[in-house]
């Protein structure tokens, strides 16, 4: 009966550490009002270059930073809670290691994000060329790439993809094969069929940028 006894207690004490290790293991997987840190930082930056920020990129995740998440949220077919949790980092291009509140950070720089760039230009280019040939296909692609090495643009696949006003994002699907074998073409092989300073397309041809190309139903512009 002593052995008994002894076991629940040990069973008692064992849940309670995990009521209290989960949550805080969930809170270092995410960022909300309260946080603070390089990562808060690095998530400032990027709502700010965006369009979605217009406060100080100071590393505390306050009541601004809360509404600009919750606008990037919105924008971009995610619930709009106000906070950075797995869906949202990976739509930012941010990869949430360590702990929420304190000055440990990720890069957001290595081989996993950018295999998630390169799956989200695949999701873009099979939204924005559905039905387009291979070569309209290539030339969305292109256009994305140019936008991410011009000085006016955002310097990442998921900065451009996901700056205010750009693109339509709320619907993106899985990408098709061909998708993804543009995607393939333009930035692992190099081919390209646009100079690098064609910034725009659309499915109109009347604008006031210079055209360069009409390209299956896409017009594509300097």
Same mark, same amino acid.
């Given at each position: 009966?002593?052995?008994?006894?002894?076991? @629940?207690?040990?069973?008692?004490?064992?849940?309670? @550490?995990?009521? @209290?290790?989960?949550?805080?293991?969930?809170?270092?997987?995410?960022?909300?009002?309260?946080?603070?840190?390089?990562? +808060? $930082?690095?998530?400032?930056?990027?709502?700010?270059?965006?369009?979605?920020? =217009? /406060? !100080?990129?100071?590393?505390?995740?306050?009541?601004?930073?809360?509404? %600009?998440?919750?606008?990037?949220?919105?924008? =971009?077919?995610?619930? %709009?809670? *106000?906070?950075?949790?797995?869906?949202?980092?990976?739509?930012? /291009?941010?990869?949430?290691?360590?702990?929420?509140? *304190?000055?440990?950070?990720?890069?957001?720089?290595?081989?996993?994000?950018?295999? $998630?760039?390169?799956?989200?230009? %695949?999701?873009?280019?099979?939204?924005?060329?559905?039905?387009?040939?291979? $070569?309209?296909?290539?030339?969305?692609?292109?256009? +994305?790439?140019?936008?991410?090495?011009?000085?006016?643009?955002? =310097?990442?696949?998921?900065?451009? @993809?996901?700056?205010?006003?750009?693109?339509?994002?709320?619907?993106?699907?899985?990408? =098709?094969?061909?998708?993804?074998?543009?995607?393939?073409?333009?930035?692992?092989?190099? !081919?390209?069929?646009?100079?690098?300073?064609?910034?725009?397309?659309? !499915?109109?041809?009347?604008?006031?940028?210079?055209?360069?190309?009409?390209? *299956?139903?896409?017009?594509?512009?300097?």
């Amino acid at each position: 009966m002593r052995g008994l006894n002894r076991s @629940i207690v040990a069973l008692l004490a064992l849940l309670l @550490i995990l009521c @209290i290790a989960v949550p805080e293991m969930a809170d270092a997987a995410m960022l909300r009002q309260g946080s603070s840190g390089e990562q +808060v $930082k690095m998530l400032q930056s990027k709502l700010k270059r965006w369009g979605y920020y =217009n /406060g !100080n990129v100071d590393g505390i995740f306050g009541s601004g930073t809360a509404q %600009a998440v919750k606008y990037f949220q919105k924008k =971009n077919g995610l619930t %709009a809670d *106000g906070i950075v949790g797995e869906a949202t980092a990976r739509a930012l /291009g941010l990869s949430l290691t360590g702990s929420s509140g *304190g000055g440990s950070s990720s890069s957001g720089g290595s081989s996993n994000s950018g295999d $998630k760039d390169l799956y989200l230009l %695949a999701k873009l280019v099979h939204g924005e060329s559905r039905g387009e040939p291979y $070569k309209g296909k290539v030339a969305v692609a292109a256009v +994305v790439l140019n936008r991410v090495k011009s000085s006016s643009f955002p =310097n990442s696949i998921s900065g451009v @993809i996901y700056q205010k006003g750009q693109f339509s994002t709320s619907s993106l699907k899985a990408p =098709n094969a061909a998708a993804e074998a543009a995607v393939t073409s333009v930035f692992i092989n190099g !081919n390209t069929v646009l100079p690098s300073d064609v910034l725009f397309f659309r !499915n109109s041809g009347s604008w006031d940028h210079e055209l360069y190309a009409k390209i *299956g139903g896409n017009y594509f512009y300097y």
